[in-house]
């Protein structure tokens, strides 16, 4: 288990943001369990932050020096504002005071971390910290709202006795819960590493259909969800079989890629590699027509063209077929669809899942901006065969590789038992 532990939180940068409040003092402690734990620190403080805890202590703890100012150029020279902003896995400012969530509610960016903040994708998590009667206020109550819907994830405040005297809700939560949010419990590492000994067999990218040698129709598919998946799953302890169309992205280390180019090819390679495969996700944006008869040399225009016809005919549903030759005794494969919609998303997709028998289908909106296709980021309505959880379930906008742990985590906690494997 200590393995798993730091594999999960070695290496993980986390970029600890201050800001002036007394609980300051207690960042410090936090920034020593998140170095115990493995983890990468940097620290940046706002200009109030230094009145309660010096820079120094952060950087003697962290071994990093500690950024204080946007036009530093001395700092700006090293690892410039937007490279951390880049660098980052994780932003947790502990404490955030009410001024500091007031700001970036706004979206300022009028100091280093509020900057850094709007420059990064990097999870976001904020504690914090200030007077119960602050905290109550409908203007820090909005903003808290406002942060949550641009994606921050707030943690607490706890509730009790105050530095000035009040008692209420405003203490920043002690470093140890902050750091038991951030990082995976041994608990839940153990039910993570459900995936050992599994094959998982994952389709992803598009594919290219030629019309003649130097032409083909193809879609928008990066690839990045279903490499997302596939280092979800072999993070976890699986063996996992990459089937990708053509895409530009390096392959997720301990994942098995097979190349393939057109849907026939990835279904003939989805079908071969049935019989060892305890969950196939079928992720690819597979081109459901190809050219009837693609040219053998290639199209030329002529001056007395009206246009060009093309007959397409209908490519191998490659997961129907998958799901068809299910194993009737062990249910195995558990077969993970995705459903790509612009419009009516849950109709579709329930009508995807039982028209082709999935156990699990994962319905995402491909036409909100920033998601979806070559993003960074999506969010996705779950939906099971079994109509567990009727309504589905609703994973907000998000980094790929963070909805592909939910996807996986969701698939592997109802994969059906082992025992015959
Ligand atoms: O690759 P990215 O840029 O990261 O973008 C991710 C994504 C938008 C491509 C991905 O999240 C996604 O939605 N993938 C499925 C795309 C798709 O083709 O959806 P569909 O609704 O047309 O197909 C439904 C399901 O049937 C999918 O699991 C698909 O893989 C499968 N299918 C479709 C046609 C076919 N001939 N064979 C199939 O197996």
């Known amino acids: 288990m200590a393995t798993l532990t730091s594999n999960r939180s070695a290496g993980r940068r986390i970029l600890l943001g201050i800001s002036a409040g007394i609980a300051a003092y207690k ?8 170095k115990q734990a493995g983890c990468e620190v940097r620290v940046v403080m706002t200009e109030g932050a230094q009145a309660f805890i010096t820079p120094l202590t952060l950087q003697a703890l962290t071994g990093e020096p500690v950024r204080t100012s946007l036009l530093d150029p001395e700092a700006e020279a090293g690892m410039g504002h937007i490279e951390l902003a880049r660098w ?3 932003i947790v400012i502990a404490p955030a005071t009410a001024d500091l969530m007031a700001r970036m ?3 300022m960016a009028d100091d280093l971390l509020t900057t850094l903040c709007l420059a990064s994708e990097a999870e976001k998590v904020l504690a914090p910290a200030m007077n119960q009667a602050m905290w109550r206020h409908p203007a820090t109550q909005r903003n808290a709202t406002r942060l949550a819907q641009d994606g ?4 607490g405040p706890d509730s009790g006795d105050q530095a000035c005297g009040d ?3 405003g ?3 002690e470093p140890e819960a902050i750091v038991a949010e951030l990082l995976p419990s041994p608990a839940a590492l153990a039910q993570e590493a459900t995936a050992q000994g599994l094959h998982v067999v994952i389709t992803a990218g598009p594919t290219r259909e030629p019309l003649d040698p130097v032409r083909y129709l193809s879609n928008h598919s990066s690839g990045k969800m279903g490499f997302a998946l596939a280092d979800a799953a072999v993070q976890r302890g699986a063996r996992v079989t990459l089937i990708c169309g053509p895409v530009a992205l390096a392959t997720p280390a301990g994942v098995e890629r097979l190349d393939v180019e057109t849907a026939r090819q990835m279904h003939e390679a989805s079908l071969r590699l049935l019989d060892d495969c305890d969950l196939f996700i079928g992720c690819a944006a597979v081109a459901d027509y190809r050219a009837e008869a693609p040219a053998e040399h290639k199209l030329k225009k002529r001056d007395d063209d ?8 209908k490519n191998p549903d490659i997961i129907a077929e998958v799901a068809s030759r299910r194993d009737a005794a062990t249910g195995r494969p558990f077969v993970v669809g995705f459903a790509a919609e612009t419009r009516d998303l849950e109709a579709y997709a329930r009508d995807k899942l039982a028209r082709k028998r999935l156990d699990m289908i994962v319905a995402n909106d491909v ?4 998601l979806g296709f070559g993003s960074d980021d999506n969010a996705a309505l779950l939906l099971w065969r079994d109509g567990d959880g009727e309504g589905g379930e609703s994973l907000p906008p998000q980094p790929k590789r963070r909805l592909a742990d939910a996807v996986i985590e969701r698939a592997l906690s109802r994969l059906p038992s082992r025992h015959t494997h």
Do not use: C, I, K, N
């Open 27 to 34: 960042s410090a402690q936090l920034a020593r369990l998140l």
């Open 88 to 90: 980052a896995d994780t």
């Open 105 to 107: 509610a706004q979206g």
């Open 152 to 155: 921050w994830r707030l943690l």
């Open 167 to 169: 008692v209420g809700p």
């Open 171 to 173: 203490r920043m939560l």
């Open 306 to 313: 009206e246009g060009l016809t093309l007959r397409l005919v």
């Open 367 to 370: 036409s909100s901006a920033g």
